[in-house]
């Protein structure tokens, strides 16, 4: 059942990204897609083959499509990750602060790039807005995690609560740095906190992808420990597991990957919160399943939406946030009338 789960996700996010390639300001023939990768991976070359096709294609539509891909899978496998360690369905990176510290810590430096990090820029370049937003991310989630302790254990409502209040405050003071920007800095913190995949080029391509790659194939092999976190840490512990370790590994590869994934599209909700949900409905909750997969699918989600975002309402391209909320809420709705209605059968 669960091979059958994987190739038939796997099968639709090859679909959907040829799909995507295709569709947009310039619509472009499938054969033509698939005669430029082809050639773009020097597999074959095709004389038929329409070389501003190509151009566009190699230019904008695949690292976007490829960014995507990316930034879908650390969020889907973080929310997997987020909710296996705190064992609650609704620890979700975007309610518990993460997503609102990495935003917070973007729209700093985009705001203080050219005068306060100048010379950071110069050395690490490219790759200062996705350290930044991981050090964002990463303060958040410490914080959250202090606040919600009790006796040496978190506690899931005070977390919950202090990830409210994270993003309250974190949201207040984007706000701030937002009033005190000039109108460039303005509009380059809006795409932030809107969601959008258009910035995606080969250079942040390449910055970003060791950021989210090393988490995502990394935590499903923290499933089988997960699985173990259900039945408590104590018994965790007699089974010879250290309960702590597996937190702080588990909450700090995920915190890396949204981090990375914030860095570069922004505030994007629902996937972390909606995809590992549909995910267990589908094929259980084994975490050695439900990681693995919920990466693929929120490949497959975000890969979708950003296509949508691109051709709902032409030549204006929607913010690809709120797409996955439009698409997310009204599933995630039903999901919790479902479950309700079972619980009291």
């Given at each position: 059942m669960?091979?059958?789960?994987?190739?038939?996700?796997?099968?639709?996010?090859?679909?959907?990204?040829?799909?995507?390639?295709?569709?947009?300001?310039?619509?472009?023939?499938?054969?033509q897609?698939i005669?430029?990768?082809?050639?773009?991976?020097?597999?074959?070359?095709?004389d038929?083959?329409?070389?501003?096709?190509?151009?566009?294609?190699?230019?904008?539509?695949?690292?976007?499509?490829?960014?995507?891909?990316?930034?879908g899978?650390?969020?889907?496998?973080?929310?997997?990750?987020?909710?296996?360690?705190?064992?609650?369905?609704?620890?979700?990176?975007?309610?518990?602060?993460?997503?609102a510290?990495?935003?917070l810590?973007?729209?700093?430096?985009?705001m203080?790039?050219?005068?306060?990090?100048?010379?950071?820029?110069?050395?690490?370049?490219?790759?200062?807005?996705?350290?930044?937003?991981?050090?964002?991310?990463?303060?958040?989630?410490?914080?959250?995690?202090?606040?919600?302790?009790?006796?040496?254990?978190?506690?899931?409502?005070?977390?919950?609560?202090?990830?409210?209040?994270?993003?309250?405050?974190?949201?207040?003071?984007?706000?701030?740095?937002?009033?005190?920007?000039?109108?460039?800095?303005?509009?380059?913190i809006?795409?932030?906190?809107?969601?959008?995949?258009a910035?995606?080029?080969?250079e942040?391509?390449?910055v970003?992808?060791?950021?989210?790659l090393i988490?995502?194939?990394?935590?499903?092999?923290?499933?089988?420990?997960?699985?173990?976190?259900?039945?408590?840490?104590?018994?965790?512990?007699?089974?010879?597991?250290?309960?702590?370790?597996?937190?702080?590994?588990?909450?700090?590869?995920?915190?890396?990957?949204?981090?990375a994934?914030?860095?570069?599209?922004?505030?994007?909700?629902?996937?972390?919160?909606?995809?590992?949900?549909?995910?267990?409905?589908?094929?259980?909750?084994?975490?050695?399943?439900?990681?693995?997969?919920?990466?693929?699918?929120?490949?497959?989600?975000?890969?979708?939406?950003?296509?949508?975002?691109?051709?709902?309402?032409?030549?204006?391209?929607?913010?690809?946030?709120v797409?996955?909320?439009l698409?997310?809420?009204?599933?995630?709705?039903?999901i919790?009338?479902?479950?309700?209605?079972?619980?009291?059968q």
């Amino acid at each position: 059942m669960k091979k059958v789960i994987y190739i038939s996700l796997t099968a639709a996010l090859i679909i959907s990204v040829i799909v995507s390639m295709s569709v947009g300001a310039m619509d472009i023939p499938i054969k033509q897609v698939i005669w430029s990768v082809l050639d773009i991976l020097g597999i074959y070359h095709s004389d038929q083959l329409d070389d501003q096709y190509k151009g566009v294609l190699s230019i904008v539509r695949i690292p976007r499509v490829l960014m995507g891909i990316l930034v879908g899978a650390a969020l889907g496998i973080s929310g997997a990750a987020i909710q296996g360690v705190f064992r609650n369905p609704l620890a979700e990176s975007g309610l518990i602060g993460i997503s609102a510290g990495a935003s917070l810590m973007s729209a700093l430096v985009i705001m203080l790039e050219t005068t306060l990090f100048a010379g950071m820029s110069l050395m690490v370049g490219y790759y200062l807005l996705p350290v930044s937003a991981f050090i964002g991310a990463a303060v958040a989630s410490i914080l959250v995690y202090n606040i919600s302790k009790t006796n040496g254990k978190p506690n899931i409502a005070t977390m919950l609560l202090a990830g409210i209040a994270i993003n309250a405050l974190a949201g207040a003071l984007t706000g701030l740095i937002s009033f005190m920007a000039d109108d460039q800095q303005l509009r380059n913190i809006t795409f932030w906190m809107l969601g959008s995949l258009a910035g995606a080029t080969q250079e942040t391509l390449l910055v970003v992808a060791p950021f989210i790659l090393i988490p995502v194939f990394i935590l499903p092999f923290q499933g089988k420990m997960l699985n173990a976190f259900v039945l408590g840490e104590s018994q965790a512990e007699q089974l010879g597991m250290r309960p702590s370790v597996i937190k702080r590994r588990v909450v700090l590869l995920a915190t890396l990957a949204v981090g990375a994934a914030v860095s570069v599209s922004g505030i994007i909700g629902f996937v972390g919160l909606l995809v590992p949900h549909l995910i267990r409905l589908i094929g259980g909750v084994d975490n050695r399943y439900v990681l693995p997969a919920s990466a693929i699918m929120g490949a497959l989600v975000l890969t979708v939406a950003d296509m949508l975002s691109r051709i709902l309402v032409p030549p204006i391209e929607l913010p690809i946030g709120v797409i996955t909320a439009l698409l997310g809420t009204p599933v995630f709705i039903y999901i919790l009338i479902k479950d309700k209605k079972k619980l009291h059968q």
